[in-house]
């Protein structure tokens, strides 16, 4: 278990913050010991949340959200982004019927799940971020600069997105901290923290250079996109918090792998098999052939699940050659899509294995290139 004391920073980044639910579950299981927490927006919210230490609650509440859960808006898909164009003109709509988007939900939900005595209970330093209509610059508080009976009106400020109605405190506007600094590290660096986690989630609005050079920062930052920032669809946010707990155990070495995810033990038998290329190779195909992502793997159930995607897909290959060129040269992009690319870029690389290829097409086809190869190792490994 690791003895350094980190200060965690929460970036804002709407229904993204469901990644922050899954590292900060896995920072808890680590056993890493987080002394202060900053954040913006969903960020702010979540480390609220957090200092509560209470997952299942955590989770069943991102698991369920919906976006009444979060606003009053009418005529919205909820199973597209609110930014969706399909939801642009009742979005555009609602904003000018209510002058700004009504937010009194996520007063509502915010009430009935951040338990303020837990809050200011805790022995961990929390601060937020808004940002001031009136003189445009931002606020920074920590939660012992705030009376208890306001910390909800400075959490819905920091996370008030300017498509809401502004948060009013002390008889002044306050829109989302994103607008100054979406990732506030530079709270507890000027408080005196010596070591960083940022949980980024590539939300939008501006974020500050560090103050400071002087400091150790891990960022955790998602392997893949984490979907819109008003995306509502409850298997993207179940998925998003699986992505940050596998994403944080593999930043502290409790996993292994390129895109996939190993324990270190089960990594280490692939590594007694293949070289570290033909693994990235085996998990690029793994991923070009859509398995499933969001799970620890065993060596064996990998590359067994993997050959049996592979021969399915050189079956599938083998129908298309007989096809003439004509038409699978129509096809070509879908049948990258579809996972054949591999089989494409391998049949030509049996074909002639010692040519050369342009520059241009090599930069195109390098990462199947290296996936083919790998696929050659696991065929002869399988026997």
Known sequence: MEEKEYGLVLAGGGTRGAYQVGVWKALSE????IKGITGTSIGALNGAL??????????????????KNIMNVNGINSNKDIFDLSNIFNLASNYTKQKGIDNTPLRQMIEKYIDMD????????FGLVTYSVKTKKPLQKFKEEIPKEQMVDYLLASACFPIF??????????YDGGLYDRSPSNMLIEKGYKNLIV???????????????DVYLKVISPSEDL???FNFNHEKITNNIKLGYLDTKRIFNA?????YYFKPDEFSKMLEVFNLQTIYGLEYAAQTYKMYKYREYEFEEFINELYKRHLEAERNFAKMKKQNLIQIGKRLNKLFDKGLGICIVK???MDRPASKISNYLFNFVKDYIVAAKALIELKNYMG
Do not use: C, W
């Open 165 to 174: 109605k502004p948060q009013v405190i002390d008889g002044e506007e306050y």
């Open 50 to 67: 957090f200092l509560q230490d209470d997952f299942s609650t955590l989770i069943k509440m991102y698991e369920n959200i919906k976006i």
């Open 255 to 259: 996993l292994q792998g390129h895109i």
């Open 118 to 125: 837990k809050v200011y209970n805790s022995d961990i330093d």
């Open 30 to 33: 680590l056993g890493i010991k």
């Open 199 to 213: 949980a980024d989630i590539a939300g939008t609005g501006f974020s500050r250079k560090t103050v400071s050079k």
């Open 227 to 229: 979907g819109g920032i």
């Open 347 to 349: 049949d030509m690389y």
